[in-house]
């Protein structure tokens, strides 16, 4: 499959159990892992508009930023090598080059070029002073940030929207979605989407600020609830409880999840709905992001 097309629209499943019907809600399931074979979920619609604009710079390399276990770093690898860009990979923590996850050496198998740097660095990924400071160092390379999230990929996760308005046949009351960045949330935010946000980071609720500063300048946008208690322990962080749930929801629907991001969005979930958190008659589709080669291995 050529990297800029995609299975879409991608599947749109009812989920149905005790618990949904309990409450009087009707659950479904975005199958956006199933987008592409090797950039799934949001990355694609994030990457997206991403890419179309680093093919169209000369210099054709694109520099970003990620953690060991890196949904992002993997799908910019992969479609650095399909597109024949050249890539590096800003990577927090040096001691990572020591022992290179299973994601990274994926990376390292598609080309992509991995810098290792300090926490106290990898901290300054934003700032604009570090931002020139790589681009002198890497002849100027198009930058993406961390995780895609910029206006590039708001354009391409809002693109999920009529699909799943077609799919319905009408406008669901919520999108759930798991957030690391939040540009998944703003990109559904921006569309006028209303989303339910799951915080996979400990102290999560900076998300809130991060993600209204990615939706200036928007007209009109949806409205965020943010849940930051379901992040067991921080970022790629899980325990017995999370991985059972996982478990117990691939034997119950068939799907699998991963325990970085989407497990706990749809523990979140569950457990809301079973608390009776969101109104009788309610529609809520859950967006599955993919990031499955990052599963039991974050």
Not at 169 to 197: H, I, K
Request: glycine content about 12%.
């Amino acid at each position: 499959m050529d990297l800029l097309s995609a299975a879409l629209p991608t599947p749109l499943l009812e989920l149905s159990n005790a618990v949904t019907q309990k409450a009087g809600i009707r659950l479904f399931i975005k199958r956006d892992d199933l987008i592409h074979p090797t950039v799934s979920g949001n990355k694609w619609r994030k990457l997206k508009y991403n890419l179309l604009e680093a093919k169209s710079h000369q210099n054709r390399h694109v520099l970003t930023f990620g953690g060991a276990f890196s949904n992002h770093l993997y799908a910019v690898a992969a479609a650095g090598n399909v597109l024949g860009l050249n890539t590096t990979g800003i990577v927090r923590g040096e001691e990572s080059s020591k022992n290179p996850s299973p994601t990274l050496k994926f990376c390292l198998e598609q080309g992509m070029q991995l810098h290792f740097v300090s926490r106290s660095e990898y901290r300054r990924r934003n700032d604009d002073d570090y931002r020139h400071e790589l681009a002198a160092t890497y002849a100027h390379p198009f930058i993406i940030p961390e995780g895609g999230t910029s206006a590039f990929a708001l354009k391409g996760v809002a693109e999920m929207i009529p699909e799943v308005d077609a799919q319905l046949g009408y406008r669901p009351d919520y999108f759930a979605v798991a957030a690391g960045t939040g540009g998944t949330a703003a990109g559904l935010l921006s569309a006028g989407a209303n989303v339910l946000g799951f915080s996979a980071l400990k102290g999560g609720g900076f998300l809130v600020q991060d993600i209204a500063k990615l939706l200036e300048g928007q007209h009109s946008t949806g409205g965020l609830r943010l849940f930051t208690e379901y992040h067991f322990g921080g970022y790629a962080k899980w325990n017995e409880i999370l991985l059972a749930f996982m478990n117990g929801f691939k034997e119950e629907f068939g799907i699998q999840l991963e325990q970085v991001y989407t497990a706990k969005m749809f523990y979140g979930l569950f457990d809301l709905i079973s608390k009776n958190h969101l109104h009788r008659g309610q529609t809520i589709v859950a967006v599955h992001t993919g990031g499955l080669q990052g599963l039991l291995r974050a």
